[in-house]
């Protein structure tokens, strides 16, 4: 029987838990994702008249966290994102947050899901209303926004997906097209600089006023030399008309919306202390293995 995430919180978990402790939204995930589909939750015994087989079939968790639940969720979400979907070409958007506010996030992450999702919208409207880019003087936008904080690896890397119409609902409700050409948005090194402007100036205001008091670089030098990276380097954001559309991104998107960051697909193997999982290697669809220690 193959390996899952289920199998590995039980071979590992109690020696994580005596060093770490869980919020209260990870250890529900925890108790569900362990106990799916099994005689914890209860289910029925079925049988087949004709043949007289029998077997248990135990209930789901539902916690959308499970990588063995949530596929009628995921599937609902797509339809329902497919079908609000122009026919107008769309530009798929990443913005990234720098790997120096990854400690902020530990300590504060509702804080900085909420700003970095603020900042990301700000940033697409402000630039959607201007006729620099936009034929239109002006106009609504059409965007999805997803969240993703880890890589295939595992580490942290906290950024926001957007899939966005190429121009705007104008003032008459009238479609208007970007100023460049159809399928071209905003230059990603201007999207950057106002989008990085945006986030640090919510971060000193939150720092002003208390509001993320066990950031673990809020005090002092500390402070001052994180400010002083956070303005010195470019932020990263990506920018690219996806070939297959936004049903192509969308579909993608999809696979992390209702799962946890690793499906147990990508788990191959739970030995010697360890924890075997298949990663990206490259573009072409090549994979590398990962061992993680269990402990």
Same mark, same amino acid.
């Given at each position: 029987?193959?390996a899952t995430?289920?199998?590995?919180?039980?071979?590992?978990?109690? $020696?994580? #838990?005596?060093? @770490?402790?869980?919020s209260? &939204?990870?250890?529900?995930? %925890?108790?569900?994702i362990? !106990?799916?589909r099994?005689?914890?939750?209860?289910g029925q015994?079925?049988?087949?008249?004709?043949?007289?087989?029998?077997?248990?079939?135990? @209930?789901?968790?539902?916690n959308?966290?499970?990588?063995?639940?949530?596929?009628?969720?995921?599937?609902?979400?797509?339809?329902?994102?497919?079908?609000e979907?122009?026919?107008?070409?769309?530009?798929?958007?990443?913005? =990234?947050?720098?790997?120096? #506010?990854?400690?902020?996030?530990?300590?504060?992450?509702?804080?900085v *899901?909420?700003?970095?999702?603020?900042?990301?919208?700000?940033?697409?409207? &402000?630039?959607? $209303?201007?006729?620099?880019?936009? /034929?239109?003087?002006?106009?609504?936008p059409?965007? =999805?926004?997803?969240?993703?904080?880890?890589?295939?690896?595992?580490?942290?890397h *906290?950024?926001v @997906?957007? +899939?966005?119409?190429?121009?705007?609902?104008?003032?008459?409700?009238?479609?208007?097209?970007? $100023?460049?050409?159809?399928?071209?948005?905003?230059?990603?090194h201007?999207l950057?600089?106002?989008?990085?402007?945006?986030?640090?100036?919510?971060? #000193?205001?939150a720092? =002003?006023?208390?509001?993320i &008091?066990?950031?673990?670089?809020?005090?002092?030098?500390a %402070?001052?030399?994180r400010?002083?990276?956070?303005?010195? @380097?470019?932020w990263?954001?990506?920018?690219?008309?996806?070939?297959?559309?936004?049903?192509q991104?969308?579909?993608?998107? /999809?696979?992390?919306?209702?799962?946890?960051? *690793?499906g147990?697909?990508? *788990?191959? !193997?739970i030995?010697?202390?360890e924890?075997?999982?298949t990663?990206?290697?490259?573009?072409?669809?090549?994979?590398?293995? +990962?061992?993680?220690?269990g402990?």
């Open positions: 029987m193959a995430v289920a199998d590995a919180l039980r071979r590992f978990g109690a $020696a994580y #838990l005596d060093q @770490h402790s869980l209260t &939204e990870q250890a529900k995930a %925890w108790r569900g362990v !106990a799916c099994t005689a914890a939750l209860g015994q079925l049988s087949c008249d004709a043949c007289g087989h029998n077997h248990w079939q135990y @209930h789901s968790c539902r959308r966290h499970c990588p063995q639940c949530g596929a009628r969720a995921k599937d609902a979400w797509l339809r329902g994102r497919l079908a979907v122009l026919p107008v070409p769309y530009a798929h958007l990443v913005f =990234t947050l720098p790997h120096s #506010l990854n400690g902020l996030f530990g300590a504060h992450p509702r804080w *899901i909420d700003t970095l999702f603020a900042c990301t919208a700000q940033t697409l409207l &402000e630039f959607a $209303a201007n006729p620099r880019w936009m /034929s239109a003087a002006g106009g609504t059409a965007f =999805t926004l997803v969240l993703h904080t880890w890589t295939q690896d595992l580490r942290r *906290i950024h @997906h957007a +899939v966005m119409a190429c121009g705007v609902l104008d003032h008459e409700r009238h479609w208007s097209a970007p $100023a460049r050409k159809p399928d071209f948005l905003f230059p990603v201007a950057s600089r106002v989008f990085r402007g945006k986030f640090l100036q919510a971060l #000193l205001r720092h =002003t006023n208390g509001l &008091e066990h950031d673990p670089q809020g005090q002092g030098d %402070w001052r030399e400010q002083r990276q956070l303005y010195q @380097h470019d990263v954001v990506y920018a690219k008309t996806p070939l297959g559309g936004p049903a991104v969308l579909e993608y998107l /999809s696979r992390y919306t209702h799962r946890t960051a *690793i147990n697909e990508r *788990i191959r !193997a030995d010697k202390g924890v075997a999982f990663v990206r290697a490259d573009d072409q669809g090549g994979k590398r293995r +990962v061992r993680l220690v402990t």
